[in-house]
Every structure is written in C-alpha cells, then in structure tokens.
C-alpha cells in the first residue's frame, strides 16, 4: 500500500521559508515522477512543481524562482523548498506521485502553510 507522509507545513511571515517533506513507502520510489500541489480555500488544486525520475524539473510561474523541488532516491523522499514566502501561498499543499509505466496515482493527506503579514 502506498503512502505519502508530508511534514514541515506550519506559520511564517511574508518573506520567511518553509521546507516540506513527503516520505513515501509501498512502491519503488525511484520509479516515479513526485511533485507538489496546492489548494487554497475556495480554490482548485493546482501543480506547483513536479520532480522527474531523472530530476527534470517544472514548476507553476507563480513559484518560479522562489521555490525548489528536490528528491533523495535514497531516502524516499521528495522535498519543496519555499523562499519568499507570499500571503497567496497560503494553501494546504500535497505530495503526488505517478509511476512512469503504470501511470498509478497517489496523494498525501496535506500539510497546512499558512503565510502571514
């Protein structure tokens, strides 16, 4: 069974940094493309980065340059780094996986981060 674990949401003020974590079990890690998403109240869920197998990279023009996406094969673990922190960041934020073959998908259960002023 798949899981997706995510930490290290919480407070920070505008211009402050947050760095998630989503450590996943159930499946080879390895052999899947991870990313994060996001959902602000009364919103849709939208992509924020996504991380390949091979460590390509793409992230929503909202976070570009303020945001990293990184991945430690060794470890099973995805990790957003956010710097610059804005009010509009503010959203739950989800771990995703999808296998490179068998295109299964997979979400964590959220972690807040909420921006303050």
């Known amino acids: 069974q798949v899981q997706l674990v995510e930490s290290g949401g919480g407070l920070v003020q505008a211009g402050g940094s947050l760095r998630l974590s989503c450590k996943a079990s159930?499946?080879?890690?390895?052999?899947?493309?991870m990313g994060w998403y996001r959902q602000a109240p009364g919103k849709q869920r939208e992509l924020v980065a996504l991380?390949?197998?091979?460590?390509?990279?793409n992230y929503a023009d909202s976070v570009k340059g303020r945001f990293t996406i990184s991945r430690d094969n060794a470890e099973n673990t995805v990790y957003l780094q956010m710097n610059s922190l804005k009010l509009e960041d503010t959203a739950v934020y989800y771990c995703?996986?999808?296998?490179?073959?068998?295109?299964?998908?997979?979400w964590g259960q959220g972690t807040q981060v909420t921006v303050s002023s």
């Open positions: 995703y996986r999808k296998h490179i073959v068998i295109m299964t998908e997979n």
């Open positions: 159930g499946m080879i890690f390895r052999h899947n493309n």
């Open positions: 991380i390949s197998t091979g460590g390509s990279t």
